[in-house]
């Protein structure tokens, strides 16, 4: 299975850290929202959640993609994106369902995140385990889990 | 498919133009029309290289010239650079107020003859065509070269507002010069003379993007979407996976 990026929003602290790490590598800023990954706060129930590039398996942004700059690495797993390719027309920023596709000005680039092409800077900066970049758990161990937790309720000494 | 570049060997691939080759390897060769993902124009000749073929060399421009097996390319022989320099003037010429063009005067030591230079040219449009080859590949085509000579230039049919722009600005993104000016304004966009007005989040009221833009989309992914900006619809999903760790 590929590895990804593990987020566990109960650990995050809300340093942004992350934010000024990916910003750097990616535009050679510190400017949080020229970012692939952003944390959003909620105060109320005291939880900080960064949000990044799911890596999806059918991407709307690769979909609308004209130039082909979006690919999805079939490997990796990665929705990989090529700046020189990239037309600039702002479809995939508007087609993700999650938000999580930023274009900056600037730059005249989409910022998104491609794992640091395996070096992911953001979990580097998180000091608090936060952000992990680690084996995914396949469709099989998390059945396996969720089998185990049905053995733990109706195993033998539980009822 | 060996190639050699400025007498070091390159491994090229089937089908690969000395430009992309050449990309693909960091060998510099400048170019004002040429972007990965659109096919090569040959229409700015900036990117001329020299081709020997046994005692016989020959220019031509590498966005255009397909690879063969033995090729011997120089890129910046002194021929070459002086040909650089005439196009660099050529453009000086025309567009004398343009930064990129006045930087890449600038980078090569072109100096354009003030008895030739009309200071007063607004123009900024170099007629490389990335514009309408990036409306092509979104596959509006919107906007084309038209007229001859002089007066030969973008723009829609008949300068009238097209039908087919769906405002999504990567004309003015991909234009090297940037000679295309797109403004958003008063939740009006405005660019090739048609105005469009944007969209309007559910959620926040911000306005976002055209109409146009959004059932370019739909028309892609094949289903409805909602009228969400990007930062809402982030927000919306952090908000699930705040609930889910509340009580943890």
Not at chain 1, 118 to 127: I, L
Not at chain 2, 32 to 45: M, P, S, T, V
Not at chain 2, 188 to 207: D, M, P
Not at chain 2, 232 to 239: H, Y
């Amino acid at each position: 299975m590929a590895k990804g990026l593990v987020v566990s929003p109960d650990k995050c602290t809300g340093c942004r850290t992350c934010e000024l790490a990916c910003s750097y590598s990616k535009s050679d800023t510190f400017n949080p929202k020229d970012s692939a990954i952003s944390v959003m706060f909620y105060e109320d129930v005291g939880l900080q959640v960064p949000m990044t590039c799911l890596q999806c398996d059918e991407p709307h942004c690769v979909k609308v993609c004209v130039v082909n700059a979006l690919t999805k690495d079939e490997k990796t797993g990665v929705v990989n994106y090529d700046k020189e390719k990239c037309i600039g027309c702002k479809m995939c920023v508007s087609a993700c369902p999650f938000g999580n596709m930023t274009y900056s000005i600037r730059l005249k680039e989409v910022i998104k995140c491609d794992l640091c092409k395996g070096d992911p800077q953001c979990v580097k900066s998180c000091n608090y385990g936060a952000l992990q970049y680690k084996e995914l758990d396949s469709t099989l161990d998390k059945r396996k889990i969720i089998a185990n937790q049905f053995k733990e309720a109706f195993g033998e000494g539980a009822i | 498919m060996k190639v050699i570049i400025n007498s070091k060997e390159y491994q090229g691939l089937p089908g690969e133009t000395l430009m992309e080759l050449a990309k693909r390897n960091n060998v510099d060769i400048p170019n004002l029309c040429h972007k990965d993902g659109i096919e090569g124009q040959g229409r700015c000749r900036l990117c001329m290289v020299e081709v020997r073929e046994g005692k016989k060399t020959k220019i031509v421009s590498s966005c255009v010239y397909p690879i063969r097996d033995g090729l011997e390319v120089v890129t910046n022989s002194e021929k070459i650079i002086a040909i650089r320099k005439n196009i660099i003037l050529l453009l000086l010429l025309k567009t004398p107020n343009n930064d990129y063009i006045k930087s890449l005067a600038e980078e090569y030591g072109v100096k354009a003859p003030d008895r030739y230079v009309d200071y007063k040219v607004k123009e900024n449009c170099i007629l490389c065509g990335l514009c309408v080859k990036a409306c092509e590949k979104m596959g509006t085509s919107a906007i084309s070269l038209i007229n001859r000579g002089t007066t030969k230039k973008v723009s829609t049919p008949y300068d009238d507002p097209s039908k087919d722009c769906i405002g999504c600005g990567a004309c003015a993104e991909v234009c090297p010069t940037n000679a295309i000016t797109m403004t958003d304004k008063n939740r009006i966009r405005t660019i090739w003379n048609k105005e469009f007005k944007l969209v309007k989040c559910s959620v926040c009221g911000k306005t976002f993007t055209t109409d146009e833009a959004l059932q370019f989309i739909e028309s892609k992914l094949g289903k409805k979407e909602e009228r969400i900006c990007d930062s809402c619809r982030k927000k919306i999903i952090s908000e699930k996976f705040k609930e889910s760790f509340k009580y943890f």
